[in-house]
């Protein structure tokens, strides 16, 4: 059965997501702000949550409609058939959220929908207490302009959440937005890629993972798995076909370097607990070390330091002056940097090929690209 799904991305990311989803084989319906909407059936579910390597979450629309009144927000919500998804015993928690909306009250809005809900299934299943001791079915109601959205989270965790990042310092990317970036780099395997100042190793694994095509989901837990809707066997076939997809053989040259130790070795322990330790080549090292990159040519990609995030402004400068001479030296590589300082292009002295902005949590970004000769 054809269902109404749902993918939310950090702003900026909607065509990587809507890539991802076309790429799976699902007919996307709708892109907006934040979301791309498609139609897929309960494989879907279990295979995007598996598969989806930059969207933070996978919901099932449960449905639209106006709202200008709890009235209509309550009759509506009772409307829908929620006992097809969630079992006499399930547990159903609401969150929500209000914009340009005359219903403002998200707790107000919250409670009508619970309310709505209960009514719903305590009718359907003749109980007036339902013990709500099973399964998670994690509501939210969004208010947009007085439109109302239902949907029910399928994920549980968010999808950033990999299981592999066992150790950090600071400030680092979240997994789906170095996912995006290397996407967006274009890299594929066969090319070298090299992260310079690698934190605890987030794009260099995330490369790896690509690289060697292993589902970013394979090694965790999401909420559908413990709804009545799917069987399980579902999810089995799909973790299965999953791991028969990875290429193990692919060559891969991904290099992974910081001036900070603990960053050197974070990044080796996340390779290891990702299971791709032996794809990428780890030093600790300053970026002047770099300057003689190979002729041949490659892709640096780098969560640059900037001053709202980590390092002073006189090391950044010193990174930004090596990084115009690799430039100069190296005209065969490009360089996709991420970074929210609006200096960048002049502190380079070069206008970037194309430029995207993007939300690194909640600090505005640049992703500056600079192609370089073929």
């Known amino acids: ?35 791309v909407a498609f139609l897929g059936d309960e494989r879907a579910i279990a295979r995007c949550n598996l598969w989806l390597r930059c969207a933070d979450r996978v919901l099932l629309v449960m449905g639209q409609f106006p709202a200008e009144t709890f009235e209509d927000l309550f009759q509506q919500t009772k409307g829908i058939a929620w006992e097809e998804l969630i079992p006499p015993d399930g547990k159903f928690t609401v969150i929500g959220s209000s914009v340009k909306s005359r219903l403002h009250s998200v707790p107000a809005c919250q409670s009508i929908v619970k309310k709505a809900v209960a009514e719903r299934l305590g009718e359907c299943y003749g109980m007036d207490v339902l013990p709500e001791t099973g399964a998670e079915h994690r509501i939210k109601v969004s208010l947009l302009k007085d439109k109302a959205l239902l949907t029910v989270d399928t994920s549980g965790t968010a999808l950033h959440k990999r299981g592999y990042r066992e150790a950090d ?13 290397i996407q967006l780099s274009f890299w594929k395997p066969g090319r070298v890629l090299l992260d310079p100042c690698c ?15 292993i589902a970013p989901g394979l090694s965790r837990h999401f909420a559908a798995e413990d709804w ?33 130790p603990r960053a050197a070795a974070a990044t080796r322990t996340n390779a290891a607990a990702a299971g791709v330790e032996d794809c990428i080549r780890f030093s600790r090292a300053d970026l002047s070390l770099r300057e003689n990159l190979p002729e041949e040519g490659g892709i640096m990609i780098s969560n640059l330091p900037y001053g709202k995030r980590i390092g002073s402004e006189t090391g950044i400068q010193k990174v930004y002056k090596i990084l115009s001479r690799l430039m100069k ?8 940097l991420l970074t929210s300082d609006k ?25 500056y690209q600079y192609h370089g000769k073929r």
């Open 169 to 181: 310092v600071a400030a680092p990317i979240k997994e789906t937005m170095a996912a995006a970036l």
């Open 228 to 260: 009545d809707l799917m069987d399980s066997s579902i999810w089995k076939e799909e973790r299965r076909a999953a791991y028969a997809a990875i290429q193990t053989e692919t060559p891969l040259e991904i290099y992974a370097s910081d001036i900070d």
């Open 343 to 367: 200096g960048l292009e002049k502190a380079l002295r070069r206008k970037a090929d194309r430029r995207r902005k993007l939300f690194n949590g909640n600090i505005e970004t640049t992703y």
């Open 199 to 213: 934190g605890s190793g987030t794009i260099p694994i995330e490369a790896a993972l690509i690289g060697r095509n």
């Open 329 to 336: 030296e190296s005209p065969r590589w490009s360089f996709f």
């Open 1 to 35: 059965m054809k269902r109404e799904l749902m993918a939310t991305a950090t702003f900026g990311l909607e065509a990587c997501v809507k890539r991802e989803i076309q790429a799976l084989g699902y007919e996307i319906i709708g892109t907006e702000n934040g979301h």
